[in-house]
T-cell receptor
Framework: EAGVVQSPRYKIIEKKQPVAFWCNPISGHNTLYWYLQNLGQGPELLIRYENEEAVDDSQLPKDRFSAERLKGVDSTLKIQPAELGDSAVYLC????????????FGQGTRLTVV | GNSVTQMEGPVTLSEEAFLTINCTYTATGYPSLFWYVQYPGEGLQLLLKATKADDKGSNKGFEATYRKETTSFHLEKGSVQVSDSAVYFCALSPGGSYIPTFGRGTSLIVHP
């Protein structure tokens, strides 16, 4: 069974440019999470989806970050415009939802803003 | 709010040494506790978990016991291998849902 797939693995952009990350969760997983991981830190939740509904986006900086999960499957996370401080690894994870006892993580997208 | 505190790394050990990575937590109610591992170049993987007080999670020779009286979930392994070199994250999730909150991670380096 395929795991959580993220793309791209690496992205380098200039500041003020837009960038988008894509995540394909494990088939059948209702819950999808986007986490931000700064260097030397643990992952921090940005947004959580239950199917297509964002149920927890309190930590998402809405002035420049946006996310969507059309049809309750794939998800995209966008930053516009990117700032130097956005350089980090963006992790996507998925789980079975209410009965979940584990989340499965993708390999992440490492963003460098120059 | 919920939070997790881990010992700072890196932890550097020789092969076959005993490992302890300390983790304490702050949470309301009865959270579930987890250890995740991140090998170089790979995503986070669940290593073990415990869902109630006094439970012991174990996997691949690693163990951790949910201690409610000391709010701790220390990770231990009796004999580490070079292949155990990775970053280890302690995490908790509120009871009744799965929304993990992570510690900052502890890097383990095992020398032959």
């Amino acid at each position: 069974e395929a795991g959580v797939v993220q793309s791209p693995r690496y992205k380098i952009i200039e500041k003020k440019q837009p960038v988008a990350f894509w995540c394909n969760p494990i088939s059948g997983h209702n819950t999808l999470y986007w986490y931000l991981q700064n260097l030397g830190q643990g992952p921090e939740l940005l947004i959580r989806y239950e199917n297509e509904e964002a149920v927890d986006d309190s930590q998402l900086p809405k002035d420049r970050f946006s996310a969507e999960r059309l049809k309750g499957v794939d998800s995209t996370l966008k930053i516009q415009p990117a700032e130097l401080g956005d350089s980090a690894v963006y992790l996507c994870a998925s789980s079975l939802g209410d009965s979940a006892t584990e989340a499965f993580f993708g390999q992440g997208t490492r963003l460098t803003v120059v | 709010g919920n939070s997790v505190t881990q010992m700072e790394g890196p932890v550097t050990l020789s092969e076959e040494a005993f490992l302890t990575i300390n983790c304490t937590y702050t949470a309301t109610g009865y959270p579930s506790l987890f250890w995740y591992v991140q090998y170089p170049g790979e995503g986070l993987q669940l290593l073990l978990k415990a869902t109630k007080a006094d439970d012991k999670g174990s996997n691949k020779g690693f163990e951790a016991t949910y201690r409610k009286e000391t709010t701790s979930f220390h990770l231990e392994k009796g004999s580490v291998q070079v292949s155990d070199s990775a970053v280890y994250f302690c995490a908790l999730s509120p009871g009744g849902s799965y929304i993990p909150t992570f510690g900052r991670g502890t890097s383990l380096i095992v020398h032959p």
